[in-house]
């Protein structure tokens, strides 16, 4: 793919870069872009601490929320240009109002500041056509940001394919998990599908484009294709085969809660997804092509890319790891949590730290719980049917963490190779829990704390906890034991094996 810049080459000085939405799937790959072509760069967050491990040492991560007009002011100061990327598509209620006010914040902080450009990813869609809540709102989202005067580049795709990205997740685990497929007639809608290459490639040349006033470009790959279509490109490129046998009943409603039992969509976000898909999303004005030198990919060669890089993954961004992958938080300032109520358990065995931590840093995902991983399914099942994530998330590498990854409902609050690792719960639960594990000792020997920790809200987050407490039993101990089993067997040497008597 012809790309305007190479990694090692600077992009036009056009000083202080504003990202937003850096720890999203597209913000995370063109954070790391920006990176290597040695961007001035600032990120904004409304959680420092998860993203300021991933980024280089010359990377500024500032705290703010585009929903609280007041802590914008210090994240733009001194900003040329200003990705937005930022939407609210697992809020809960009307995610519109959401997109309305943090765009209209960031517009007015970013006039006030003297921003001179904002570049947008909105959503394809006909504007002359009725449009799903979302897609309309993507749309509204870049007038508003051009309402104050500061120019506007926006960029308007359709979905995106690679390795980790949403879309490519629900079409993987479709024809993965069903060789037989009952369809919708969404399927059948045409899509113009862009690479995630290409799609950074637009949203780095922009930098370069001059601009003068606001202005749109409709943006995909080469093919314009049908989701069924895309499905048999996929299966083709694994070797699989696939029938589909189509359905005209099953509404956006019941077919997100058909993806929420095959897919790692939960339903909210599920059925966000549909509403858009049901419409048409492909690229009817062709003026990026002639401003952007960059040759888009088809859809067959978009997948293949994807499949090879997935190895890649851990180093770069998932869908899942985004922070609004588990939703919107709840808003729970003043709310008054209990006392906290902690379960703690230790073991010893004679292994050094280093060997022990290793099935700590494993856990979750497809290595499992190491006790009653029936329960953690079945919690897991009980999650999806309030709204929740679930068990779907899994984690982005099977032996490597960072802080921020997801492991399954969890995500990593902390992480000390060899140490420590806090788990911070991210499933619905009238309270907050913690799950961390502690390795201290020496050469010879270590201890392995491990420690859950529940923030109940009220009366009935003391009864779920209590509730629960048989469980603990069986789940925890049970966890420890292996864990510290499986430590025990990894720093077992040839000579201590042959000792052993049958």
């Not at 202080?16 to 939405?21: A, F, P, R, S, V």
């Not at 069903?178 to 369809?183: E, Q, R, V, Y």
């Not at 869908?319 to 939703?327: E, K, N, P, R, V």
């Not at 060997?355 to 290595?367: E, K, W, Y």
């Amino acid at each position: 793919m012809p790309e305007n810049h190479t990694a090692d080459e600077k992009v036009t000085d056009t000083g202080l870069i504003l990202l937003t939405g850096a720890t999203g799937y597209v913000g995370g790959r063109l954070l790391l872009a920006l990176e290597q072509h040695r961007a001035k760069l600032r990120c904004l967050a409304r959680r420092p601490e998860i993203l300021r491990p991933k980024v280089a040492a010359s990377t500024e991560v500032v705290s703010g929320d585009v929903l609280d007009r007041a802590s914008l002011g210090p994240v733009v100061e001194g900003v040329k240009v200003a990705y937005y990327l930022i939407h609210s598509m697992g809020a809960k209620g009307s995610f519109e109002e959401h997109d309305r006010l943090a765009a209209r914040n960031f517009a007015e902080a970013a006039r006030e500041a003297g921003v001179e450009r904002i570049i947008y990813l909105g959503g394809l869609g006909n504007e002359d056509e009725e449009l799903s809540a979302h897609l309309k709102s993507r749309q509204e989202v870049g007038q508003i940001l051009g309402s104050t005067g500061v120019p506007v580049l926006e960029f308007r795709a359709s979905i995106v394919i690679g390795s980790g990205s949403l879309s490519f997740e629900m079409i993987r685990s479709l024809v993965e998990r069903l060789p037989i497929m009952i369809t919708p007639k969404w399927v059948m809608r045409s899509a113009q599908p862009i690479a995630i290459e290409d799609l950074i490639g637009y949203l780095i040349a922009a930098l370069d484009l001059v601009q003068l006033e606001s202005r749109v470009f409709e943006i995909g790959g080469a093919d314009q294709v049908s989701y069924a279509e895309i499905m048999r490109v996929y299966a083709r490129c694994r070797g699989l085969r696939i029938r589909m046998i189509p359905v005209p009943v099953l509404t956006p409603y019941l077919s997100s809660l058909w993806l929420g039992l095959i897919t790692p969509l939960y339903a909210r976000i599920g059925r966000k997804l549909i509403e858009s898909i049901v419409h048409s999303t492909v690229v009817r004005d062709a003026r990026a092509l002639k401003a952007f030198d960059i040759q888009p990919m088809g859809i067959e060669a978009a997948i293949s890319r994807a499949l090879a890089n997935e190895d890649k993954a851990f180093a770069e961004t998932r869908w899942s790891d985004a922070l609004s992958s588990s939703g919107e938080l709840p808003d729970r300032a003043g709310v008054r949590f209990g006392t906290r109520l902690v379960d703690s358990r230790t073991v010893k065995i004679d292994r050094p730290p280093a060997i022990a931590f290793q099935p700590i840093q494993r856990i979750g995902g497809d290595t499992g719980w190491y006790a009653c991983n029936w329960l953690w399914h079945l919690r897991g099942a009980l999650d999806l049917l309030v709204g929740g994530v679930g068990m779907r998330r899994g984690r982005a590498h099977a032996e490597n963490l960072r802080v921020g990854d997801t492991v399954d409902f969890w995500r990593v609050e902390a992480y000390e190779p060899d140490h420590r690792l806090r788990l911070v719960a991210e499933m619905k639960l009238p309270g907050r829990a913690w799950l961390e594990f502690e390795v201290t000792g020496d050469e010879k020997s270590s201890t392995i704390t491990q420690t859950a920790i529940y923030d109940p809200i009220g009366l009935f987050g003391r009864l779920y906890w209590y509730a629960v407490c048989p469980l603990h039993h069986f789940v925890f101990s049970g966890m420890l034991r292996n864990i510290a089993a499986a430590a025990q067997r990894t720093g077992v040497s040839a000579t201590e094996e042959n000792s052993v008597t049958p």
